[in-house]
């Protein structure tokens, strides 16, 4: 942290992270505590919660990312530092080349025993990427205005990075030249990384950090290796479909009805099938209504009644109007 200098130590990190995947995004929240295990005593807890989203618009990939962040030092000394990082970002073609151009905006407080200041960076970073079938070249440049307790000013980077993509393993090779107030730093190193089974990766980098421009800490010579692991993951059950066509029968085959309906108190299927009598749908768990008739071979529109209401559902197939101002879902059953 700003301010503190220490001798040389070996250290471990154990943390988890917490994801969730949406159509609009992702969520992510982690917690990671660090330990000492030789050299420089010391035990300390970070973490953070993220959001990011994004999409196209045309050509171009557009991306936001907000992030919480907060650290403190539980001995030897007291640090506490938190606040929020948020970066766009926007990338374009331009042949074979894609540039992308990512501002960055954090601000947050530090304080340390009786010392406080702001953690601050205004800047941006731009990226030109280039693949070559398995290969990845990436040049970067980035310009930042710091303020961290120890290192306030210009921070100037730029640098270069190539990455093997091979599937189940990935290598990066990196080389980076950084200007601050305080120095000239070259930074670079070698880290591979091997996915060794379905959620259990394996990392190990060897390398040297320059000085980190949010918290001030300075930078380092690194060797570490990391694993990790999925321990659970939970997917929502994909939907049924409005209709399906489920086994044959002597008089036709069997449809497999389905509508989500957590409010109604009654819901009904009718179509041409039923002579547009409803038939009354049974409630099967989570709001959904189901219902199982055997149809004959053509084709045939339906629909379903929610409360005496008219229904279609958005997903439903073939839906078509019927010429008095109503719209009917539709599908062929085949003999």
């Known amino acids: 942290p700003a301010g503190v200098a220490a001798d040389p130590a070996q250290y471990g990190l154990f943390g988890g992270r917490l994801t969730g995947d949406f159509a609009w995004g992702s969520t ?20 953070d919660a993220s959001v990011v989203t994004g999409g196209r618009i045309g050509a171009l990939g557009v991306r ?6 907060g ?8 640090y506490d530092a938190g606040g929020v990082d948020i970066q766009p970002g926007i990338a374009a073609p331009a042949g074979p080349v894609v540039f992308s151009f990512s501002p960055r905006a954090a601000f947050g407080r530090w304080t340390s025993g009786t010392l406080a200041g702001d953690l601050r960076i205004l800047g941006g970073t731009v990226e030109a ?8 070249a990436i040049l970067s440049g980035r310009l930042l205005e710091v303020e961290n307790g120890v290192a306030g000013g210009t921070f100037a980077r730029g640098g270069g990075d190539l990455v093997l993509d091979r599937g189940r393993w990935t290598a990066l090779a990196e080389v980076e030249v950084q200007r601050s107030p305080l120095e000239t730093e070259v930074g670079g190193g070698v880290q591979l990384s091997l996915n060794a089974a379905p ?3 394996v990392v190990g980098y060897v390398g040297r950090r320059v000085r980190d421009p949010l918290f001030g800490t300075s930078g380092t010579l690194t060797a570490s290796v990391g694993v990790s692991f999925r321990a659970l993951h939970v997917s929502p059950p994909n939907p049924p479909p409005v209709v399906a066509v489920g086994e044959k029968t002597d008089a036709g085959r069997v449809l ?15 179509g041409d099938f039923t002579g547009w009598d409803p038939v009354s749908m049974e409630e099967s768990g989570g709001g959904w209504w189901r219902a199982e008739l055997v149809v004959e ?3 045939h529109h339906f629909g379903f009644l929610v409360d005496g209401t008219w229904a279609i559902p958005p997903d439903a197939p073939g839906v078509v109007e019927d010429g008095w101002g ?8 085949e003999p």
């Open 28 to 47: 992510s929240l982690a917690g990671r505590y660090g330990a000492s295990v030789a050299g420089t005593n010391g035990r300390w807890l970070q973490g």
């Open 64 to 69: 936001a990312y907000v992030s919480g962040f």
């Open 71 to 78: 650290l403190t030092y539980l001995d030897p000394f007291d």
């Open 129 to 136: 990427h280039r693949t070559f079938g398995t290969v990845t």
């Open 199 to 201: 959620g259990f990766e």
């Open 256 to 270: 497999e009805f389905a509508i989500r309906a957590p409010e109604a108190d009654s819901v009904a299927v009718t």
């Open 297 to 299: 071979p053509g084709l």
């Open 326 to 333: 109503r719209r009917n879902a539709s599908i062929v059953v």
